[in-house]
């Protein structure tokens, strides 16, 4: 070694050499002792080595290992490159020891602190271009947060997936490592090796990768955008209204089965025709965020800043919700921050530690589901996560996030006997970090991206899911409405001659409609794991199942609460949905299940274009009963009311499997009233049982009203009515 070249000791160069040294930079790159300059690099199996710099050529010393090293005669720092000889072959690059740290002093405070709402943009892997005397260098810094490893190295195709040469440096107290690689590109793979405190080496997919490559492979891709959006108009429109009081009406999605074998790019032409045509205002896609398991439908995820590989690049989404939004549709994605799976490869035991998860075991793993809990009471980990719902709303232009499994979150005791869970600090089962967290996420989404939606799937009776947190509520926009679901299947699936026996089912989600702000699912859980399809769940012979999902979809779209709708029951799919395969398409050539589909399309039309059906679902004020009570002829009948007080609309819903001729219904107001809605039409595949398109009422007083009409109810069937506009403008 040259004598003037600063001393490192033996034990610290072989770690270095090992790529298993906490501060590589110490030693690597260009040190001035203020009247020389020392270089080291590594340059494993290279003859020889030399520093270029502007001034001239440097040959350095092999000092140890691979570890090369030179002094120049001066105290500055200068620019310089590396030539390195294998044999015949020669080979000159930038050394990314030389450079600084691409995450800043704020960037770690505000990490620690957990208040990072762009840390996709600071952690993970990113492209740089440098100018420099010596030329242009372009490559990717890359940065983890690994808080409790001995080291850490960066593999991938730019090093020959050898991590010795690309140890990285840890950034204080922050947990950060951090590395710049010269040469790196877009488009190749690369992993992290973090090695415990056992001295053992595991290599993990970067957490905050924001590409993947496709399942089953478990490498992260380096990427960068170059998608232009063209959907500017949505976006600002998307910020002058409160989405909550408008019509939502939802198309729930599997990619990975809508059709088999499309990507993003060539699902959009295809969705978008069919959702327009059926007339959905949203489009929500199960969990697209890499998740090495098909069959979980992405509801076990591993790379959460990922749209999976399976369907084409990040920006092919983007593009996909760029035409969605250009289509006039908006988009909702499944989110979930509740739990992780225990791939060895991503999230679990990340550093050797329980970095994510919770490191109590009574509180860290989901019995259930065989998967571990993330941290929500550290900051970091809160931060990853906000910051990932963040990430899908800017960098997606996402309109909407459903929040998978919040119940799991809330109770400490959720799905644990005794013994399993241990209190909270005041004895309680809330998980009091998890509520923060939820109103933190919720509280800061709405803040920074107005106009959107965050939906909680929560299935119980927990107070304030859609209160303002201010108030301490949890500040989500809209809940399912579980309660509505499973009591109304539950009816649904009983013989007409029973139903009189259960009609309280079917009225008791007025108790309590407007306690939250509701949206009623019939997802892909009502589909699947053995349950049937929707038509299945109809009972009698073809024609009634068909006809009791249109009174059911009738009853849905009329009922208090916006409405989503899994794919196929659209056009009742009979048998039970399966990830692995397409949906019965050939089905909507047979003419009753083209009905279906129609009576669909219908609703949708009838629903928008009158807002007594949405505009006040959430008060007790757009809705009120005309008869609760006639469960011996299994009829409900009721009011809608718009929130301006201008427009009603009357649904008569008729769950018996027989015509009701001339059924007497009291009515708000006299005059003429236009059918606007018969599930029964035949037009869907129904027995054509109607009222001619019109009514007129009549001075009778009937269920306490001063009119009423008699009208013609088909069986399974619903009609809706409204004041004719003539009438209507006299009056």
Request: aromatic share 12%; glycine share 10%; with cysteine.
């Given at each position: ?660 001729n001339d059924y007497r219904v009291g009515l708000p107001s006299g005059g003429t009233w236009d059918e606007i809605f018969n599930s029964d039409a035949c037009e869907f595949g129904g027995s054509g049982v109607g009222n001619m398109g019109r009514l007129e009422a009549e001075e009778i007083t009937w269920n306490g009203r001063p009119y009423s009409v008699k009208m013609q109810l088909p069986p399974f069937g619903v009609v809706y009515f409204t004041p004719h506009k003539e009438t209507a403008s006299e009056e």
């Amino acid at each position: 070694m040259n004598s003037k070249a600063i001393p490192v000791s033996p034990e610290v160069l072989y770690a270095v050499s090992q790529g298993a040294y906490h501060s590589p930079h110490d030693v690597l790159g260009p040190h001035t002792d203020g009247e020389n300059l020392t270089i080291r690099v590594i340059r494993q199996l290279a003859d020889s080595v030399t520093i270029i710099t502007a001034d001239g050529e440097y040959p350095a010393t092999h000092e140890h290992n691979g570890i090369w090293v030179t002094v120049l005669e001066n105290s500055d720092i200068v620019d310089y490159r590396i030539r390195a000889t294998y044999g015949e072959d020669e080979l000159v690059t930038d050394d990314g020891y030389r450079f600084l740290p691409t995450v800043g002093d704020v960037d770690k405070y505000l990490f620690g602190e957990g208040r990072h709402e762009e840390l996709w943009k600071v952690l993970g892997a990113h492209l740089q271009d440098y100018q420099t005397e010596l030329g242009e260098v372009t490559g990717v810094s890359f940065s983890v947060w690994a808080a409790n490893a001995r080291a850490v190295r960066v593999v991938g195709d730019f090093n020959a997936w050898n991590g010795e040469i690309s140890a990285m440096r840890t950034l204080g107290t922050s947990g950060i490592w951090e590395l710049f690689v010269p040469g790196a590109k877009e488009g190749q793979k690369y992993k992290f090796e973090i090695q415990y405190q056992d001295g053992s080496w595991h290599q993990k997919a970067d957490p905050m990768a924001r590409r993947t490559e496709e399942p089953p492979s478990t490498a992260s891709v380096i990427t960068d955008s170059q998608f232009v959006w063209d959907d500017d108009e949505w976006m600002e429109k998307r910020t002058t209204k409160d989405v909550h009081s408008g019509p939502i009406s939802i198309y729930e999605v599997h990619i990975g089965s809508w059709r088999k074998g499309l990507s993003y790019r060539e699902l959009a032409a295809q969705l978008i025709g069919h959702v327009k045509y059926l007339g959905f205002t949203h489009v929500e896609f199960l969990p697209v965020a890499e998740h090495p398991f098909g069959p979980s439908w992405g509801y076990q995820v591993t790379s959460y800043y990922a749209p999976t590989a399976r369907f084409g690049t990040p920006d092919d989404f983007r593009y996909l919700v760029d035409e969605l939004h250009k289509a006039g549709i908006g988009v909702i994605v499944d989110w979930v921050p509740a739990h992780f799976p225990k791939d060895d490869w991503a999230l679990a035991r990340f550093d050797g530690t329980p970095l994510y998860e919770d490191p109590n075991p009574l509180r860290g793993e989901h019995p259930d589901w065989g998967t571990y809990v993330f941290n929500f009471g550290r900051n970091e980990v809160r931060n990853f996560l906000v910051a990932n719902a963040l990430y899908w709303l800017e960098e997606f232009h996402i309109d909407g996030i459903r929040v998978d499994a919040v119940a799991s979150m809330l109770y400490l005791d959720y799905s644990r006997e005794d013994g399993q869970w241990q209190p909270n600090i005041y004895g309680g089962r809330e998980n009091l970090e998890a509520i923060s967290f939820i109103q933190e996420v919720n509280a800061t989404a709405y803040r920074s991206h107005p106009g959107i939606m965050m939906i909680a799937e929560e299935s119980t009776s927990w107070g304030g899911v859609t209160g303002l947190t201010e108030n301490g509520g949890l500040g989500y926009g809209l809940k399912w409405n579980m309660g509505w679901m499973n009591d109304t299947l539950r009816y649904m699936q009983e013989k007409p001659i029973n139903r009189r026996w259960h009609h309280g089912e079917l009225t008791f989600s007025l108790v309590y409609a407007f306690s939250e702000h509701f949206l009623l699912p019939l997802s892909h859980d009502e589909v699947v794991h053995g349950k049937g399809s929707l038509y299945t769940k109809m009972p009698g012979d073809h024609w009634q199942k068909l006809a009791g999902l249109r009174l059911l979809f009738g009853y849905q779209w009329s009922h208090p609460g916006k409405q989503l709708l899994f794919m196929g029951q659209e056009f009742g799919q009979i048998d039970e949905w399966s990830d692995n395969r397409s949906l019965d398409w050939w089905l909507t050539d047979n003419p009753g299940h083209d009905g279906v589909m129609c009576c669909v399309k219908a609703l949708n039309e009838v629903y928008k274009a009158h807002p007594a059906l949405w505009s006040d679902d959430f008060t007790n004020s757009g809705f009120e009963w005309i008869d609760v009570s006639d469960g011996d002829n299994n009829v409900l009948s009721y009011i809608r009311k718009s929130a301006d007080g201008k427009e009603v609309v009357v649904a008569v819903c008729n769950f018996a499997g027989i015509p009701h001729n001339d059924y007497r219904v009291g009515l708000p107001s006299g005059g003429t009233w236009d059918e606007i809605f018969n599930s029964d039409a035949c037009e869907f595949g129904g027995s054509g049982v109607g009222n001619m398109g019109r009514l007129e009422a009549e001075e009778i007083t009937w269920n306490g009203r001063p009119y009423s009409v008699k009208m013609q109810l088909p069986p399974f069937g619903v009609v809706y009515f409204t004041p004719h506009k003539e009438t209507a403008s006299e009056e």
